[in-house]
């Protein structure tokens, strides 16, 4: 590995064995010139790198038989992002900058390995982080992979595919989505069956219905590493006179999201250049990135599960998988080249759920071919 005086490697962390790992994929703790956090990898260093970049509520394990299952001349790097993992637990998204401390800590990453250009992927929350890194440095990315990613707008609170906020404040975006049982059974290191622990979320909300991953185990444990507080996850909430009650506050990953900070301005994305070529691979299961997403508060609302709820013509669900499929259209208009690939039997985890059919479009991306 490449020396740097904004790098420093630790082998032999504590936290290094918080988590098991798969053969082939090194942890490593990396101290950059912004965090200090645990970086797998996997591959030659000669290799092209790929940097792997996570969802919410878990962290870069979720990565591991992705990585073991790419050809060798590829180079492997997942880092656990701030605020998850074994990422400093004192180091807080500053949710005002919406993606910009993650978008700033993985290019401080990249830096200190000494990459100039890399194929970037990202899961989830991971997808708006590939979002704000296209913004933001599109001429060092080789491809960019949003595997079930979420709007480029964020997460809560508009109502078409302009992002048009449902009310000024961006009421029913932020801290206040979180599911507070959720977060208590991981606090309490629950790994039943109970109705709001970890492994249900996984059965019943990521993975489609039926599908037990086999390493369902370690992704209970990443889940449990999240960092939680009211600067972490879920973060600060602000009363609002809005419908459901509350607009977002200024810390944690859900905060970050918010349409309120993302601030993603489609006239500036048109116009970036180089445009690198986008796979965008999603599940037709999917409830946590849907045009009717299970934790919408205005979906939880039509169920009768928030009160007040004004009605569609003033709060409709957030149409997501629109307004990513918008999005992505016009950057083709303009000159980029976009692959949609959707997949029947999935739901929120296509590396996972559907390894083969990933693997066959995500390894012709990275190879430039369709």
């Not at 977002?248 to 309120?260: D, E, F, H, R, T």
């Not at 997403?293 to 013509?313: H, I, T």
């Not at 976009?338 to 066959?360: G, K, M, N, S, T």
Request: hydrophobic residues 40%; neutral net charge; contains cysteine.
């Amino acid at each position: 590995m490449q020396s740097h005086r904004t790098l420093r490697i630790e082998d032999d962390a504590p936290e290094l064995r918080r988590v098991p790992t798969l053969p082939g994929i090194q942890a490593r703790m990396v101290q950059t010139s912004r965090l200090r956090t645990r970086v797998l990898f996997s591959g030659s260093q000669t290799g092209t790198p790929i940097v792997f970049i996570h969802g919410n509520l878990s962290s870069a394990t979720w990565w591991e038989e992705t990585m073991q299952r790419l050809p060798a001349s590829y180079y492997a790097i997942a880092p656990d992002l701030r605020g998850f993992g074994a990422a400093d637990t004192n180091a807080f998204v500053d949710a005002q900058r919406g993606t910009r401390d993650w978008v700033e800590d993985i290019l401080a990453l990249v830096d200190a390995l000494g990459i100039s250009r890399f194929h970037v992927v990202g899961h989830s929350l991971g997808g708006n982080v590939v979002w704000g890194l296209l913004s933001a440095c599109p001429e060092r990315l080789i491809s960019a992979t949003l595997v079930a990613t979420g709007s480029p707008f964020g997460f809560g609170g508009t109502k078409d595919t302009l992002g048009t906020p449902c009310f000024p404040d961006y009421a029913g975006s932020g801290a206040g989505l979180a599911n507070s049982f959720l977060l208590q059974a991981i606090k309490a290191g629950d790994r039943g069956l109970s109705a709001f622990s970890p492994r249900t979320a996984l059965r019943n909300f990521v993975f489609k219905p039926g599908f037990i991953a086999p390493r369902e185990e370690d992704f209970i444990s990443a889940m449990m590493t999240v960092h939680i507080g009211e600067r972490a996850l879920p973060g600060d909430k602000v009363p609002s006179p809005n419908f459901p009650g509350f607009s977002p506050g200024l810390y944690g990953a859900v905060n970050a999201i918010s349409p309120k900070y993302v601030r993603f301005s489609l006239q500036d994305f048109m116009r970036i250049a180089p445009k690198p070529p986008i796979l965008w691979i999603h599940g037709a299961l999917d409830k946590v990135v849907s045009n009717r997403a299970a934790s919408d508060a205005a979906v939880l609302g039509q169920a009768g599960l928030l009160p007040n709820y004004p009605g569609a013509d003033i709060y409709p669900p957030q149409p997501m998988l629109d307004q990513i499929r918008a999005v992505l259209r016009l950057y083709e208009q303009n000159g980029g080249v976009v692959q949609e690939v959707l997949l029947d039997d999935c739901a929120h985890a296509p590396h996972i759920e559907q390894p083969i059919l990933f693997d066959r479009y995500f390894h012709a991306h990275l190879r430039g071919e369709k």
